[in-house]
């Protein structure tokens, strides 16, 4: 549980330059560090890196599971045929998020930057192409908040990963 809340607060933390930036108001690493210094588990950018792959990687799990969940168990032949195309994606996606962390403590940020914009986001991205290539489909709003939540997380590691 309080893995689980450190994540949300570092997620906060990481976010709000992103939803204050239309106010004219920026962050910097600097700042980022800063606050980070000040809380009982204080990290450095290479944690923040970490942090951040830990709940993409979590995401990106919850998403795989849904939609072979999904893909599993539904009648429509429609949808069934998508998450076809989908389920082994976010699979994919899954392991190359994860990776990312292994990459970072092997061979450092530039790898780990590789298994997010080479493998994991093209993955999500084919998914979510398919999905808006298919309008008449009915894919639950779960599994689309879920490839938008995932998406937004291999940004935000791509952000922080550019800090090294």
Known sequence: MANFRL?????????L?????????????????NICS???????????????????TRDADELYTDTDNLYTNTKDPAL???LDNCWWRFLGARDNIDSAGRMLSDKGSDAAKL???????????????LCKKSPTVAVPKNIIDEM?????DC?????????F
């Open 80 to 82: 069934h045929n998508l």
């Open 7 to 15: 994540c949300l607060f570092t997620l906060s933390l990481i976010t």
């Open 155 to 163: 940004q935000i590691i791509l952000e922080i990963l550019s800090n």
């Open 38 to 56: 000040k809380t009982p588990n204080p990290t450095d950018v290479k944690g923040l890196a970490t942090i951040s792959i830990t709940c993409g």
């Open 115 to 129: 298994a997010i914009t080479r493998y994991a986001m093209p993955m999500i991205t084919c998914c979510s192409d």
């Open 148 to 152: 938008n939540v995932v998406s937004n």
């Open 17 to 33: 330059p992103f939803i204050l930036q239309p106010f004219n108001v920026m962050s910097d690493e600097a700042m980022i560090i």
